[in-house]
């Protein structure tokens, strides 16, 4: 009977273990299914690091080992974390709160993204930062929103920020340099709202430790953003000595005066724009009486501003649409310019003295109409002769047409002479003037002014 019992015992307490190791086995193929399926809709494995929102606290999941930890302190921490170890962090769907600055350092290829994760900055930043551009390249910052936080670019290469917005921050995004540069930078489809500076280019500051630091943010591209300005707020700025050069603002929409109608600037350059085109890119006032409000404000240290291309609109009513204090060229597609008195080299004994180039570097010029001036006093039978040619951007010049002086006086090219400075077909880059005498010195001096359109 004993043993009948104990046999008994055994098989139900074999069967018992049997029954607990199936259901352990089903909830562990449950949870590498269930997380299989979550790392499909996430696309987490292509990550080094996944943050999420527990309850009060964060878990940070390292998707190599699979060990998660528990980070209650905030997500500044957490997202150090990950950074420090790795390269890569994907943030779930949930509410993170900054307590200090994050920091992504000297690292290639760093990725931080989401699909809808909201970050309260608290006033702190994601700092992306190298020693200088070859230490920190090609940063990923994708599909987040921003509250009250920045995102700052510093001495790094090729950063890209995409689909995010930024509001209620001092500034969304910051670009400086403390050493060397930094280019190649891409904004595209994000969002500014009520940021008292949309993007900021930063005035070039050595760090602390020394170091070379440029004002080049050069070949960059801002694409398909929009921006929505309240008072004493500016879209988009350009310090004195950053230089934002031959890049592009395209596709890009300013909203001014829906709340407030003052001290509100689209775009302001107190830098350099040299060759970087506004393509596309619409300023819409809703105000009904603007007090300095502009769409473009163009300060002391510009220098150049940036060529209003294809498309650029300004509708509603403004303060003025470009804010040009400083009497600065604006260049743009049929942009007018003039030239005046420009003083002409005088050869002697017959020989043509030295070039005088007139162009609208960067711009090409469309046309140009001169007017040959002479002065001064003429010996008898001195004559002066003026020549006028075309330089193409192929560097091939034309052939030329002359005029010429035996007293004081000026005249117009006509049109029939400007026909014979055209090739059939080329692209005008500057107008060459030189100038000769038939005497061993002269009394006479000779000058060219005109006017003309470029883009």
């Not at 994601?126 to 929103?145: C, E, K, M, P, R």
């Not at 804010?323 to 005046?340: E, L």
């Not at 001036?373 to 020549?387: D, I, K, Q, W």
Request: proline letters at 2%; hydrophobic letters at 40%.
């Amino acid at each position: 009977m004993k043993t009948a019992l104990k046999k008994f015992l055994s098989k139900r307490a074999i069967a018992i273990v049997l029954a607990v190791l199936l259901v352990l086995t089903g909830v562990n193929t449950y949870l590498i299914l269930e997380g299989t399926r979550q790392a499909n809709i996430t696309n987490v494995v292509n990550y080094d690091y996944v943050l999420s929102q527990n309850g009060g606290g964060y878990q940070l999941k390292n998707m190599l080992t699979g060990y998660v930890s528990d980070q209650p302190a905030s997500a500044s921490s957490a997202i150090n974390a990950a950074m420090a170890e790795g390269k890569s962090v994907y943030l779930n769907a949930g509410t993170y709160q900054l307590t200090d600055d994050v920091y992504v350092a000297n690292k290639l290829n760093a990725k931080i993204v989401s699909d809808g994760a909201t970050i309260e900055g608290n006033g702190h930043k994601i700092v992306i930062v190298g020693d200088n551009y070859t230490t920190s390249q090609y940063a990923s910052i994708s599909g987040l929103t921003i509250i009250n936080g920045t995102i700052r670019v510093e001495n790094s290469f090729a950063t890209t920020i995409t689909n995010t917005q930024f509001i209620n921050a001092s500034v969304g995004i910051e670009f400086a340099n403390t050493n060397t540069w930094s280019e190649y930078n891409k904004v595209e489809n994000c969002q500014f709202i009520n940021d008292s500076v949309g993007i900021a280019f930063r005035t070039p500051v050595n760090g602390t430790l020394g170091g070379n630091a440029t004002g080049s943010y050069s070949s960059s591209i801002i694409e398909r953003c929009s921006f929505n300005i309240q008072d004493n707020q500016i879209g988009i700025n350009v310090e004195r000595l950053a230089e934002l050069s031959d890049s592009q603002i395209q596709d890009v929409r300013f909203w001014m005066g829906q709340v407030g109608s003052g001290n509100q600037t689209g775009l302001r350059d107190d830098g350099s724009m040299y060759q970087t085109l506004l393509l596309g890119v619409v300023f819409e006032s809703f105000a009904n009486q603007p007090n300095d409000m502009y769409a473009i404000a163009l300060d002391k240290n510009c220098d150049p501003a940036p060529i209003l291309d294809g498309g650029v609109s300004f509708l509603g009513n403004w303060t003025a649409m470009v804010h040009n204090p400083y009497a600065i060229w604006i260049s743009g597609v049929g942009s007018v310019f003039q030239r005046t008195d420009v003083s002409v080299p005088l050869g002697t004994n017959g020989q043509f003295g030295g070039n005088v180039s007139i162009d609208c570097k960067p711009l090409k010029i469309f046309s140009f109409k001169p007017q040959i001036t002479v002065s001064g006093s003429f010996s008898h039978n001195e004559t002066v002769t003026v020549r006028i040619r075309i330089l193409y951007i192929d560097n091939s010049v034309s052939n030329p047409v002359t005029r010429t002086f035996t007293s004081a006086g000026s005249a117009w090219l006509s049109d029939d002479e400007m026909m014979q400075l055209y090739s059939s077909q080329s692209i005008i880059w500057a107008i060459l003037v030189d100038a000769k005498v038939n005497a061993a010195s002269s009394d006479a001096s000779v000058s060219v002014s005109g006017y003309g359109t470029a883009g």
